[in-house]
């Protein structure tokens, strides 16, 4: 590693500053991109209700999808650090990408119940690969811009927690998308639901999703040169792919952002529909008429609740003890919210459920918030370490990857945690040791994962000075002074 000089710091200047209206913009481009998998989610279930595909067939095409998007993410990461246009690196990518997306999810999801289930299989699988094509010259771009904003320590922090607070409104809407599609007094039918709520989401994302494109302002390109050249090379670019993902993988610090990310999203999507479950069968035993709409509002509660109260606590925290600090403390006070659910999940009080949600909160409102920022100096440190061309796309697509990654294996040991217990949805009714073990499960997994994610954090190096030094290093070896 190149050795840090340990004098003149650079102290934070005004082109560090991220002005309100493109915080809101890159905000506005975060919605889209949880706006997008949270309709995905539950549009997906109604594949089996609405247009009868057998369970088989959905299983697949939820998961080849997953697969294709887990490798074309490097790909649109990799070409984005090393394209250059009148309009920058990554906008183009952006804008383009939020139209194609948009587009396509509207075209996705208008399956016809009549059609045969061979022909709306092929349907879905193909414009599903195309959708994810869309969504990646959106997502992927987006935020490798993210990473290269504002250069400061701190404004990093405060821009991801901004960004991250616009994308919970996602979560606040995405619940009641079950409620509005099943309602026959909206829809006459799950199918027309589907068809026409599609229609709504695709453009909604469209509109929000140009606007980190036209409003934004990317890293000033005057002294980032030496970028890779493009041979037209299919070879040539994927050796440079790989090359880069080699150097990525030596990067220490960002191994353990990953593996905490790892860590705690894998213990959290592991239990997320336990809680529906033990809502429905525990509280309410199994009348899915009588839990109406308890976990719909469990889980926008949680949603307000992490934008607008954690995120900026996370925020403040993370200004006044350092980054590591304040994912150490948020993923100590989420792993206490677990704890408290076992009270909390009450079948005399529906209403203490929501104790534990702002200690829960904490969990990933801390954890993207946080490691988006931090992923943003270790950026700066691969700079050093490895020179141009900056890799901010290639950075973000490993990383969410990871998210990804984690997201699939834990759909499915959630899965084969509920066949262990003998739990079956299908059933009136679950037994006291199944609801039991379900509930020590929905505790001690999200626990156990936070905890070792703290172990691995513990010895984090990259500190607000340290990341000053470096950032004073490529200020000067740039000429940017």
């Known amino acids: 590693m190149t050795e840090l000089q340990t004098n003149n710091p ?4 005004k082109r560090d500053r991220v002005p309100v209206g493109q915080k809101a913009a890159f905000g506005a481009g975060h919605l889209v991109n949880n706006l997008f998998p949270g309709a995905l989610g539950v549009f997906s279930f109604f594949l089996l209700t609405a247009f009868g595909m057998d369970p088989i067939y959905a299983g697949i095409l939820g998961g080849l999808p997953r697969i294709y998007d887990a490798i074309i993410d490097p790909i649109i990461g990799h070409l984005s650090d090393n394209s250059n246009s009148r309009w ?3 906008r183009p990518f952006i804008f383009v990408g939020a139209i194609l997306s948009g587009l396509f999810f509207i075209i996705l999801w208008q399956l016809d119940p009549n059609d045969s289930q061979t022909y709306n299989f092929w349907y879905f699988l193909i414009f599903s690969l195309v959708f994810l094509t ?4 959106f997502a992927t771009p987006l935020i490798g811009l993210g990473y290269e904003m504002t250069s400061d320590y701190k404004e990093r922090t405060r821009l991801m927690g901004f960004s991250q607070t616009i994308g919970q409104i996602a979560w606040m809407i995405v619940p009641w998308f079950w409620v509005i599609i099943a309602d026959p007094t909206i829809f006459k039918t799950q199918a027309e639901g589907v068809h026409k709520l599609s229609v709504i989401v695709g453009i909604i994302c469209m509109l929000l999703g140009i606007l980190p494109a036209l409003f934004c302002k990317e890293m000033d390109q005057t ?3 030496n970028r890779e050249k493009s041979n037209k090379s299919i070879f040539s670019e994927l050796l440079g792919l790989f090359k880069s993902i080699g150097l990525i993988s030596k990067n220490k610090s960002f191994m353990k952002l990953c593996a905490a990310t790892f860590l705690v999203f894998n213990g959290f999507q592991m239990v997320a529909s336990f809680s529906y479950f033990i809502i429905v069968f525990y509280m309410f035993n199994g009348d899915y008429g009588l839990a109406g709409s308890w976990p719909a509002w469990f889980s926008t509660i ?9 995120i900026p606590i996370v925020t403040m925290i993370s200004t006044k003890y350092g980054k590591k600090n304040a994912f150490i403390i948020t993923t100590l006070l989420s792993i206490i919210g677990y704890g408290l659910k076992w009270w909390g999940f009450s079948p005399g009080n529906p209403w203490l459920m929501f104790i534990p949600v702002p200690l829960i909160a904490f969990g990933l409102g ?8 931090m992923t943003a100096d270790v950026c700066d440190l691969d700079e050093l370490e490895n020179g141009m061309p900056r890799k901010e796309g290639t950075f973000g697509a490993i990383y969410w990857w990871m998210v990804k990654l984690g997201q699939g294996i834990a759909l499915v040991l959630a899965g084969w945690v509920l066949e262990v217990i003998g739990f079956d949805a299908g059933k009136p009714s679950q037994s006291v040791e199944t609801m039991t073990s379900l509930r020590l499960f929905d505790i001690f997994i999200p626990i156990i994962t936070a905890a070792i994610a703290i172990w691995v954090m513990k ?3 990259l500190s607000e000075d340290k990341a000053k030094e470096i950032k004073a290093q490529l200020i000067a070896r740039r000429g940017e002074l």
Do not use: E, H
């Open 88 to 90: 920058g690196r990554r």
């Open 134 to 137: 869309g969504n990646a010259l």
């Open 223 to 225: 002294n980032l040169q």
């Open 459 to 461: 010895n984090y190096s």
């Open 10 to 13: 650079v102290p934070s200047i």
């Open 366 to 373: 801390g954890l993207f918030t946080l490691m988006m920022s």
């Open 302 to 310: 949680t949603a307000i609740l992490t934008a607008f109260l954690i």
